[in-house]
């Protein structure tokens, strides 16, 4: 069962506008969140996480929005530019239960349209 | 700081044979993730150490797989025999704390035919 969703596989966005990927999760323990971006033929490197005590947390172009009721959480990218294609993971993780491990989603490729 | 190194980068084996992957991960990192990619399931982990100790190996598909870390600079997964379905990208992460700070390595594609 897959504990972390991301039910979009691909995102197209025109320059300059805002990326939205978005991200589900199950299980109600997870307390830190995480996105991380790929390159081809590259590992996943970090780009912003929120704990589950804040709903929000900003670095630069990227933020980060957390629901916890709704078990959803969003990364927004603004302004969008090409170097952000790339496919985003959304990862969480249950620190407070112990758990140190991630788990992460199937991933969305973003595609920036020059 | 090489980063976490992951040997080879492409690996295409014959169905039934062994292959074994490696990781280096980044000095004084204390622990070490092995995970696979496919497309159905996005990354997965498959097992991680603590100071060398396997803590969780519950991702393991099967018995043909086997991961072990002999010492703080080496990790190896080994998959014995090999089977098409075994086909994915393989990364190792290495991280000091562990789920903040994960560096992961370059990734190994293994194509089983």
């Known amino acids: 069962d897959q504990q972390v969703k991301q039910n979009s596989p691909s995102l197209s966005v025109q320059e300059g506008r805002i990326s939205i990927l978005n991200c589900d999760y199950t299980?109600?323990?997870?307390?830190?969140f995480l996105w991380y971006k790929k390159y081809p033929a590259e590992g996943p490197t970090f780009l912003i996480s929120i704990s589950s005590i804040k709903d929000k947390n900003e670095d630069g172009r990227f933020t980060v929005f957390l629901n916890k009721s709704a078990k959803h959480l969003s990364l927004h990218i603004v302004p969008s530019q090409p170097g952000d294609s790339a496919v985003y993971f959304c990862?969480?993780?249950?620190?407070?239960?112990?758990?140190?491990?991630?788990?992460f989603g199937t991933g969305t490729r973003l595609t920036i349209i020059p | 700081d090489a980063g976490v190194i992951q040997s080879p980068r492409h690996e295409v084996t014959e169905m039934g044979q062994e292959v074994t992957l490696r990781c280096k991960p980044i000095?004084?990192?204390?622990?070490l993730f092995w995970y696979r990619q496919t497309m159905m399931r996005g990354l997965e982990l498959l097992i991680y150490?603590?100071?060398?100790?396997?803590?969780?190996d519950s991702g393991m598909p099967e018995d043909r797989f086997s991961a072990k870390m002999p010492n703080a600079s080496f990790s190896t997964l080994k998959i014995q025999p090999s089977e098409p379905r075994d086909s994915a990208v393989y990364f190792c992460a290495s991280s000091t704390d562990s789920v903040y700070g994960y560096t992961f390595g370059s990734g190994t594609r293994l194509t089983v035919v």
């Open positions: 990862a969480a993780s249950a620190l407070d239960f112990g758990n140190e491990k991630l788990t």
């Open positions: 000095s004084g990192h204390d622990y």
């Open positions: 299980n109600s323990m997870f307390d830190y």
């Open positions: 150490f603590n100071n060398n100790v396997p803590i969780d």
